[in-house]
C-alpha cells in the first residue's frame, strides 16, 4: 500500500518528524459504521508534541472483513498524503482519488454499494458533495477520477495532487501542466457518455467494468412523446432511452437559466455515433436521427442555477436533402488523438468527406516514417484508428513527440503526438 500510493499520489505527510505511519487500531465511536478515518486535526495539533502522522482503524471492521479494512487503509492513506500537498483541496475531488486509491492497490470498491447507488442515480452531482456522504457520492467520484487515470495516465492523478489550486480549477491546471489538450469539460463529457456507452471502445473505462448508468426508457407505444420532465444536479446526467427504430425527431427545452449539454448515443447498422445538440439562445435544441435502431439522449448540468428539463420526440420522414446532409461530412478532418500524451496506446480519430485514396502515416520529429496505420480507399465517414507506440518491425519507440500524418487526395492534416514511457 505504501510503496504504490507514494508513487502515484507522492510523499505522504511527516508532521512528527519520524517516518513511519502510525495505525491505531480501537473501536471508533465518532458517528456510526466508520471503518477508518484520517483526521487532519491532530496532524495540526497545536501542542507540536502532540502531532502525528497516523491513521484509524476501527478494531470491529478488521474482524469481520480483511478487505473492507484494507480497502480502506489505502483509502484512508491517500488522504493523509492529499492533506500533505494541499490541505484544502474540494471533497469531491479528494474522496474520488481516496476511492481509485484502493482500486490501485487491489481493493476496489471497498464500499461494494457505492457504485451501484451511483449507476441507479446518474443525476448524482459529481462537484457538489452533500453533508450526508451517501454511497452514490463516493461512487461517482471514484469512477470518474479511475476513468482519467486510465485515460490520461497516473502521471496526471499525482499533478492533480500536487495541485494548490482546488476543484475543477486544479483538474484544469493539472492538465495544462501535463500538455494535455483537454481541459475539465471535455473529459468529463467523454466519462459521461462512456458511462452509458461502457461496451463502445471509444469511451469505455475499466472500472466500470462493462455496467452502466440507469436509463429511463421510452418504448414504440409511448410516442409521440410531449414535453416529458426530467431533473439533473450539477456535473450530473439523466439519460432518456428511445427503444424506437427508424427516423426520431427529438427537441430538448430546458429552465431560462443555467447551462445544459447534451448528446444523443445512437445505434444503427453502422455502428454507433455520438453527437451534441446544439443549444440555441433560447435553451432549446433539436436532433434528427435516422435509420437507427435505438438512441439515448444524455443531458447534463454545468451550471449552479437551472435543474428542470423536458424532452419530446415523435417519428418523422427525413427529406432527400436532409438524409445526403446526415450521411455525408462536411470536411475532411484528423480529429485531436486521445489520450495524448499517451504511454500504451492513442487513439487517432478522423473524417473523410469524399471518397478517395486515404494514407494516415506515423513519422517521428526528424521525418522518418515509423508505421503505416491506414491505407487504401475510403467511403466518406468517420474512421479510428490505435498506434501502440511500435514501430512497423514491433519494436517499441521510445518517448518523444511523433506526428501523424494523413493525406486525403490532394490534403494533408497533421497532429502531434507524445509518447511517454
Do not use: C
Not at 448540468?301 to 446526415?326: C, D, H, I, K, Y
Request: net charge negative.
Amino acid at each position: 500500500v505504501y510503496d504504490i500510493e507514494t508513487e502515484v499520489f507522492g510523499d505522504p505527510a511527516d508532521v512528527d518528524g519520524d517516518p513511519r505511519i502510525y495505525i491505531l487500531v480501537h473501536e471508533i465511536k465518532f458517528g456510526t459504521g466508520v471503518v477508518g478515518l484520517f483526521d487532519a486535526a491532530v496532524a495540526r495539533h497545536a501542542v507540536p508534541e502532540f502531532r502525528r502522522d497516523i491513521l484509524f482503524i476501527d478494531e470491529r471492521f478488521l474482524r469481520r472483513s480483511n478487505y473492507l479494512t484494507l480497502g480502506t487503509l489505502a483509502h484512508e492513506f491517500q488522504h493523509l498524503i492529499h492533506w500533505r500537498w494541499d490541505e484544502d483541496e474540494d471533497t469531491w475531488v479528494d474522496e474520488g482519488l481516496s476511492g481509485y486509491a484502493e482500486e490501485l492497490v487491489g481493493f476496489p470498491e471497498a464500499d461494494p454499494n457505492a457504485v451501484p447507488e451511483f449507476l441507479k442515480r446518474p443525476d448524482t452531482s459529481l462537484t457538489e458533495w452533500g453533508v450526508a456522504n451517501e454511497a452514490r457520492q463516493y461512487g461517482v467520484t471514484y469512477l470518474f477520477m479511475s476513468f482519467l487515470a486510465q485515460r490520461y495516465g497516473n502521471e496526471l492523478i499525482r499533478e492533480i495532487v500536487a495541485q494548490p489550486r482546488n476543484g475543477i480549477e486544479g483538474l484544469d491546471a493539472a492538465l495544462e501542466a501535463r500538455s494535455i489538450p483537454d481541459r475539465f469539460g471535455a473529459a468529463w463529457e467523454t466519462w459521461a457518455a462512456g458511462s452509458y456507452a461502457s461496451q463502445d471502445e471509444r469511451y469505455m473505462y475499466g472500472a466500470l467494468d462493462g455496467r452502466r448508468v440507469k436509463t429511463f426508457d421510452v418504448e414504440p407505444e409511448q410516442l409521440p412523446l410531449a414535453n416529458a420532465p426530467g431533473f439533473v444536479g450539477r456535473w450530473g446526467m439523466a439519460n432518456v432511452l428511445f427503444r424506437t427504430p427508424g427516423d426520431l425527431l427529438i427537441n430538448f427545452d430546458r429552465d431560462d437559466v443555467g447551462r445544459y449539454r447534451v448528446w444523443t448515443y445512437s445505434m444503427g447498422p453502422m455502428g454507433a455515433s455520438l453527437r451534441p445538440i446544439d443549444i440555441d439562445a433560447e435553451n432549446r435544441g433539436v436532433a434528427q436521427l435516422t435509420g437507427i435502431d435505438s438512441a439515448v439522449v444524455i443531458v447534463t448540468r454545468t451550471s449552479q442555477q437551472g435543474q428542470n428539463f423536458q424532452l419530446s420526440a415523435r417519428r418523422f420522414t427525413p427529406t432527400a436533402v436532409m438524409s445526403e446532409a446526415e450521411a455525408t461530412p462536411a470536411a475532411t478532418v484528423l480529429a485531436p488523438a486521445f489520450p495524448n500524451p499517451f504511454n500504451s496506446s492513442v487513439r487517432i480519430p478522423y473524417v473523410v468527406a469524399t471518397a478517395g485514396d486515404v494514407d494516415l502515416v506515423i513519422y517521428d520529429m526528424l521525418g522518418q516514417r515509423i508505421r503505416s496505420l491506414a491505407r487504401g480507399n475510403h467511403d466518406p465517414g468517420r474512421y479510428e484508428v490505435a498506434w501502440d507506440g511500435l514501430d512497423a518491425t514491433g519494436r517499441a519507440k521510445a518517448s518523444g513527440s511523433y506526428l501523424a500524418r494523413l493525406k486525403v487526395g490532394g490534403d494533408v492534416h497533421v497532429t502531434t503526438l507524445s509518447l511517454i514511457r
